[in-house]
């Protein structure tokens, strides 16, 4: 290894976290590297050797596993004899499949990444540990950090919810995440508090099934209520969802994320298939007219809401009459952007089982629709142009003496602006479209610096 690349010798411990996955796996890195901080261990620097790596992994896709093994023989090469973890939802399927790779000291499934001091004690006692993976079967109580505080950033994600109890075919992620489980509101309303204290602006609510939020608590409750019950306490002045199933958002819903201050109004469902025979072979309790109807009626509550959907093509059975009547649902409907997916089998479901579409038409479709979400994507962009609307200032662009930041409906946008704007909320007007980003003008702070109390943040015009 280069000289240059090694760290002085110092009392402190050096860690790499490196994350897979979806914005729930996000979430536990931020809690994971908590942790590691309240230990003694420090990020390393880019240019340091850490003394740990940590991979957070994904296993929704073949493709994810393969990325995880890539990095992993990646990090063996560049990181000779530095101990490499993983943990997240692939350690958790196969967690001997990934121990056997080079340089892997250690694999630690979901339940044991809130257990994450007890096996660092170990790392000083033992060369090898054996995989630590405990049956997502019977998981306990959601094991959470409280408001993971990422110092320099704007927005932060919560986790409130984890697991899933859906069992659609083709889904492993209820096998590795175990049965649905919540945060108590109390506890939800003391994270966001502590987030709001910390200056973010914006906190994103997340789960691995959000919309099944608070069923398995005593009492009961549901994501509705709990809007109901933080929306008169502090917390930043932005709140987003991350993504909800479709028989989920109810009515209920949709008219207290009406009345929540500071909503911002975005919504990723995942549609999968807008074929009737196809939404009953993957185990999805809905029908494609039922999801128009639903966008239909967000569309009318939220007219200009950012509206995203996952799209699943090549499923086993999947005619091209299948695929072109969710090709046709989805041109129809308001959305801006797509995440499609080909469908991939996962080892232990009903649909690896299955006869597959071949795997080039699959590809061929896949396509298809990521062009129709593309043109989606132009169109409601070209759409904004005129429009004002509220941008949080992430903080500076490529281009010399500009700002990047997000608005309330997940357009990224960037303007002309001073650095000292970081992590305000400006109403900009937008008046150009590059790309994918709107280029905008700067017309008036909505907020003061220190504002952090949601009953002053304005609703989003958006």
């Known amino acids: 290894m280069p000289t240059e690349n090694r760290k002085p010798k110092t009392e402190n411990r050096l860690f790499r976290l490196i994350t897979f996955g979806c914005k729930v796996n996000q979430c536990d890195s931020a809690g994971l590297a908590q942790e590691l901080a309240a230990q003694g261990w420090q990020a390393a620097p880019q240019d340091a050797t850490p003394d740990l790596i940590l991979v957070n992994t994904c296993t929704v896709t073949a493709r994810a596993d393969q990325q995880a093994r890539q990095a992993l023989r990646r990090l063996a090469r560049e990181h000779p004899g530095v101990p490499l973890w993983v943990t997240g939802c692939y350690a958790q399927r196969a967690a001997a499949e990934l121990a056997a790779l080079p340089g892997v000291q250690a694999v630690l499934g979901n339940q044991e990444k809130s257990r994450l001091a007890v096996y660092l004690a170990k790392l000083q006692e033992e060369k090898q540990l054996q995989p630590q993976v405990d049956s997502q079967a019977a998981a306990a109580a959601l094991p959470i950090w409280p408001g993971p505080i990422s110092p ?9 919810q984890d697991g899933c109890e859906h069992h659609c075919t083709y889904c492993i992620v209820p096998q590795v995440r175990g049965p649905r489980r919540s945060l108590p509101p109390g506890e939800v309303a003391a994270a966001l508090e502590q987030l709001a204290a910390a200056g973010y602006q914006e906190v994103v609510l997340t789960g691995v099934n959000l919309g099944q939020y608070g069923r398995d608590l005593t009492p009961p409750t549901n994501l509705a209520a709990l809007l109901v019950a933080i929306r008169c306490r502090t917390r930043p002045p932005r709140l987003r969802l991350s993504s909800l199933e479709p028989q989920e958002v109810t009515a209920a819903l949709l008219q207290e994320l009406a009345a929540t201050p ?56 999947e005619t091209p009459a299948d695929f072109e009547a969710t090709r046709s649902l989805v041109e129809s409907l308001p959305v801006t952007y797509l995440h499609v997916f080909p469908f991939s089998p996962r080892p232990g479901t009903p649909a690896a089982l299955m006869a597959r579409v071949p795997a080039r038409e699959a590809q061929e479709r896949a396509k298809i629709m990521r062009e129709l979400g593309q043109n989606k994507r132009r169109k409601f962009l070209e759409a904004q142009l005129g429009k004002t609307g509220e941008v949080l200032v992430e903080g500076a662009a490529t281009e010399s003496g500009w700002l990047q930041g997000l608005s309330a409906n997940y357009l990224r946008v960037q303007f002309p602006g001073e650095l000292s704007l970081k992590n305000r909320i400006l109403t900009v007007r937008f008046r150009e479209v590059q790309g994918d980003m709107l280029i905008g003008e700067v017309m008036e702070s909505v907020q003061e610096e220190d504002n952090i109390h949601p009953t002053t943040a304005k609703n989003s015009p958006l």
């Open 152 to 160: 320099g950033h704007t927005r932060a994600r919560l986790k409130i």
């Open 262 to 317: 500071g909503f911002c109004p975005h919504f990723h469902l995942p549609l999968q298939s807008g074929a009737a025979p196809v939404l009953a072979a993957m185990g999805r309790d809905y029908t494609p007219r039922e999801f128009r109807n639903l966008v239909q009626e967000i569309n009318r509550n939220f007219p200009n809401a950012g509206l995203g959907l996952d799209v699943l093509v090549g499923f086993p059975g």
